[in-house]
């Protein structure tokens, strides 16, 4: 079962994710900010259950999912992270793959797409 971590500041954006990730068979774990991101990607890291996969807003209060993706480039550069944003702008596309997102996927999306994109991205990482 291949594991991500999902972080979004909307509720109900974290809760569709969740949702629609856990149907297709993954094991899901979500935060409300960058902050409890990183917080679960540290415990899962001890537990020696890294995620598969990332998936974060870009823009949250606090840390931003350009900040995630940085620390992460850091200290786990092997660790797939999609971007998901309303505000989809030139540069921050950009900035994400200057920065080694996998992809950055503008709001709204489509559901199917994404878990699809999800899927793929799980499978080829390096993770184990």
């Known amino acids: ?3 991500v971590l999902i972080a979004d500041d909307d509720p109900a954006m974290r ?16 935060a409300a900010s960058g902050e409890e991101l990183l917080a679960l990607l540290k415990t899962a890291q001890a537990e020696e259950r890294t995620p598969h996969l990332v998936i974060s807003d870009v823009c949250m209060p606090g840390m931003s999912g350009l900040d995630v993706l940085h620390h992460i480039r850091r200290e786990l550069p092997q660790l797939p992270v999609l971007l998901i944003t309303a505000f989809g702008d030139a540069l921050t ?11 950055l996927i503008d709001k709204p999306f489509d559901l199917t797409l994404l878990c699809s994109r999800a899927k793929h991205v799980a499978l080829e990482s390096p993770i184990t």
């Open 15 to 30: 809760g569709m994710l969740e949702s629609a990730l856990s149907r297709q068979g993954f094991s899901v774990e979500t």
């Open 93 to 103: 596309h950009r900035r994400a793959q200057a920065l080694g997102a996998v992809e």
């Open 1 to 3: 079962m291949h594991r």
